[in-house]
């Protein structure tokens, strides 16, 4: 039977073999801290360096941590001095540092602090530029993932403390190189839909790696060109993103964005039924008024001050009266007046009122008036009278001579 070794033994193995080799027993390494945790019970530091190419766990011990003169964190390049060996446990190869110095911001905080510095001279963090959230929303538009744990979270609260509030999904990668032209095609797509009111773009907790695409420039100008509100709520209180400098309203959490998003029921009810109280208690009260003013005041002295209002109004309505007919009697003689010298102009201007002179007109069958230029021999033509009229035949047509 073949020679084994335990997993025990060959963790063992590999740690001695590491321990032997004196290049790995004084090291300073130049790397990129992420992952940064200050354990709460123990006081050691837990950390990952990296560059651009790889990455290595690391761990600084309380006795070590406590002689640091800065306050390590997330994005920070450092030169870390220590060594490297076998975790025997998890079999884990991992750098222990012993010492550590700043040695500039990282890559990526550079980058971060840079268009952070350029949007905010653009304008795009200005409170001016933050709209408010609308108090009763009907539809929430989500930009997140299907399967995370966001969006149940944004479910549950929205569910019990506004019910009615509809929310509008559009699904999308949160995390990996499709990650950013998802996020910006869910923003600009549930902008473009009239249904929600406001936009809330989350995500849940992760490394500085996995919520770095929320630092992205095309998605913080995407939520800054939105005609709606946007809420961002992406990771922990702890962790800050460029968009949620951009965005109107900064959750620390999703369950925190879906409580900022909605009003509670709860406290509405209880807002309107203080309400409520309130507006009876001000009914009866302005009853309460009323009664005791009615209750007070004698039916005598009212009677006669009534009596006297009437007989004011009688006298007002008999002055009324006679000035409208006065007005009526007059009016009617003038226009009696009038129509008497219509009719007077009327009558001088009747051609019948000619005839009466001894002058006759000469009409035709069809009863037209004709003109002597109009006759002809031979034509049938009426004489009409003032009293009379004849029937004649026009023999001869003789032109008067001028005057002159």
């Known amino acids: 039977m073949a020679d084994y070794i335990s997993v025990t033994a060959l963790n063992r193995l590999a740690k001695d073999v590491l321990a032997e080799c004196e290049p790995l027993n004084s090291l300073v390494v130049c790397g990129e801290i992420s992952n940064f945790t200050r354990h709460y019970k123990s006081g050691h530091l837990y950390f990952t360096l990296k560059d651009d190419a790889a990455s290595i766990k690391a761990v600084m011990f309380r006795d070590k941590a406590r002689l640091l003169r800065f306050a390590p964190q997330d994005g920070m390049l450092v ?9 025997e446990r998890d079999g884990a190869f991992q750098f222990y540092a ?5 040695f500039g911001a990282g890559a990526a905080q550079m980058a971060f602090d840079a268009l952070k510095k350029k949007l905010e001279a653009e304008g795009l963090f200005a409170p001016e530029h933050k709209r408010p959230l609308p108090a009763v929303p009907t539809c929430i538009g989500v930009v997140t993932s299907k399967t995370g744990a966001a969006l149940q979270d944004v479910r549950n609260v929205i569910g019990r403390r506004w019910p009615l509030a ?9 995390q990996g190189a499709e990650a950013e032209d998802s996020i910006v095609a869910g923003i600009r797509a549930l902008d473009a839909d009239p249904r929600p009111e406001l936009i809330l773009v989350t995500r849940g907790g992760g490394s500085r ?23 961002s709520a992406v990771g922990h209180e702890i962790d800050y993103t460029i968009l949620d400098y951009v965005a109107d309203l900064r959750a620390p959490t999703p369950s925190a964005a879906a409580e900022l998003c909605v009003p509670d029921r709860r406290r509405m009810q209880e807002e309107i039924c203080s309400l409520r109280e309130n507006i009876q208690k001000n009914i009866q009260h302005s009853l309460q008024v009323c009664y005791n003013t009615l209750s007070t005041a004698r039916p005598e002295q009212a009677l006669r001050r009534m009596n006297v209002r009437l007989a004011d109004r009688r ?13 009526g009697h007059d009016l009617a003689r003038r226009k009696a007046a009038d129509l008497g010298a219509a009719a007077g102009l009327a009558s001088s201007l009747n051609p019948y009122a ?9 009409e035709d069958a069809g009863g037209r008036c004709l003109t002597v230029p109009q006759l002809k021999a031979g034509d049938r033509i009426t004489l009409r009278g003032s009293g009379a009229a004849a029937d004649c035949t026009v023999n001869q047509v003789n032109q008067a001579e001028e005057t002159p």
């Open 315 to 327: 006298s007002q309505l008999s002055g009324c009266a006679g000035q409208l007919m006065r007005a």
């Open 98 to 102: 012993d010492y550590l110095r700043p």
């Open 209 to 231: 790696e996995d919520l770095w695409v929320f630092n992205s420039e095309r998605i913080a100008r995407a939520a800054y060109a939105c005609r709606k509100p946007v809420v």
């Open 79 to 87: 030169l870390a001095y220590g060594r490297v060996t076998i975790y």
């Open 166 to 174: 509809k929310l509008l999904l559009a699904p999308v990668s949160v």
């Open 354 to 362: 000619v005839l009466s002179r001894g002058y006759a007109m000469v």
